[in-house]
């Protein structure tokens, strides 16, 4: 279940715990997504994760409650405030009025007037997040249509664009045509959604997209603020292919005018249909088996420096890729996530330095990456069944015995 987040701000600890505690949020709707002892903390927080309802006393330190609902209108966030108002401040709580707060509760809070005030609030929020789906359902429905006019030769005109509040931006165009049976396993809409998703990551440029079916034909339309080399996106979308898949890939068009062109193009290639794809410019990608030379620089730096501190964001921001992107290339191509992977290296160079007696345990942690003994014992007997000093253990014990066999055999 989804909950509404919501934020405690109050100067006072054993009101901010209290309220986090001893109300079942959860029952309610809502989930604490954090507390701050003033307005300043709160700002912090609304700034950095969404938030529904902020629930604010007003007397306190560095920034009151009245200047936090003020900030909170200055910054145009859609939040929920209610205020906490001791009798004697109710006048002066008053003036949040102002920037459209319109519930208190008088402290010492009644329980039962809180939770009215959270369902009442959860209905509001239920119906404002109806009235979001109905708009971007028919704003689905409104671009839709557009695309579909457009690709087909028959775009509206810019006064008629804005008035239905939909435009396509961009200064050079790409057509991609999926053929069906990318989609006769799956949901459509789940698998467009994925497409779309690993395109917006993986493609070198900024770009918009938008797609459209035509009976068991999946086409997108890509739009750039500036032009692309076609190799390289040919060679990027490669990655995409899956058996018994084609992705039909246009040429460039430079003008809204030619959209239609290239669309027309993609699609006769689709319905096998003759078409000259050299004049046309038409890549055809299959799914040809994609070896990664992405990948292989990449995991000769993790095998080289696994001792040292390293994280997904930092080889992506290391090799230009975007962080969830090169996890999807790790997983499809080892077969492993990032962090079993990098794992793997770590403790396979533990089982090696193991073999040295001399060797601390402490020392061999910390040289394959592990600043903490414990969880390096963890994760060794995790991975391989032994805890270190086992593993050590049996190997000296087996050396033994080897080096005693060939002893007797001499």
């Not at 009101?15 to 003033?38: C, K, M, P, Q, S």
């Not at 003008?255 to 699609?267: D, F, M, R, T």
Request: charged share 25%.
């Amino acid at each position: 279940m989804d909950y509404y987040q919501a934020l405690i701000v109050d100067d006072e600890p054993a009101i901010r715990e209290g309220l986090a505690v001893y109300i079942d949020w959860h029952a309610n709707g809502f989930h604490i997504a954090g507390t701050a002892a003033n307005g300043e903390e709160a700002l912090v927080i609304l700034q950095n994760i969404p938030v529904d309802l902020v629930i604010t006393d007003v007397r306190m330190p560095k920034m009151d409650g009245i200047c936090l609902c003020k900030t909170i209108r200055s910054l145009h966030l859609a939040v929920h405030v209610v205020i906490l108002s001791g009798f004697r401040d109710f006048e002066y709580a008053q003036a949040a009025l102002e920037f459209n707060v319109m519930r208190y509760i008088l402290k010492p809070i009644n329980e039962q007037q809180l939770l009215e005030t959270l369902k009442s609030l959860k209905d509001e929020l239920d119906a404002d997040s109806k009235k979001k789906e109905i708009l971007l359902e028919s704003t689905k429905i409104i671009r839709d249509n557009f695309i579909r006019r457009l690709l087909n030769g028959d775009a509206p005109d810019e006064d008629e664009l804005k008035d239905q509040g939909v435009m396509i931006k961009g200064h050079c165009y790409l057509c991609l045509g999926f053929n069906d049976k990318l989609f006769m396993e799956t949901n459509p809409q789940i698998r467009q959604d994925k497409i779309v998703g690993q395109i917006n990551n993986m493609l070198p440029y900024t770009c918009e997209t938008y797609s459209y079916f035509e009976g068991k034909y999946y086409f997108l339309l890509i739009s750039f603020s500036s032009r692309p080399d076609l190799s390289i996106i040919a060679d990027n979308l490669k990655q995409l292919s899956m058996p018994g898949q084609e992705i039909i890939v246009s040429n460039i068009a430079e003008q809204l005018e030619h959209i239609p062109v290239i669309y027309q193009a993609v699609k006769r290639v689709m319905q096998n249909k003759p078409a000259d794809k050299k004049q046309e410019g038409i890549y055809v990608i299959t799914d040809t088996p994609y070896k990664s030379n992405i990948l292989e620089p990449i995991i000769q730096y993790i095998e080289k420096n696994y001792q040292n501190k390293i994280s997904l964001k930092q080889l992506a921001d290391k090799y230009y890729l975007n962080p969830a992107y090169l996890g999807r290339l790790f997983k499809k191509y080892t077969n492993l996530s990032f962090n079993d992977f990098l794992e793997n290296c770590r403790i396979e160079a533990a089982t090696r330095l193991l073999q040295d007696p001399s060797r601390l345990i402490s020392e061999i942690a910390n040289d394959c990456g592990y600043n903490d003994y414990d969880y390096f014992g963890l994760t060794f007997k995790r991975k391989t069944g032994f805890t270190p000093s086992d593993y050590r253990s049996r190997y000296i014990r087996k050396t033994s015995h080897e080096s005693s066999a060939r002893s007797k055999t001499i």
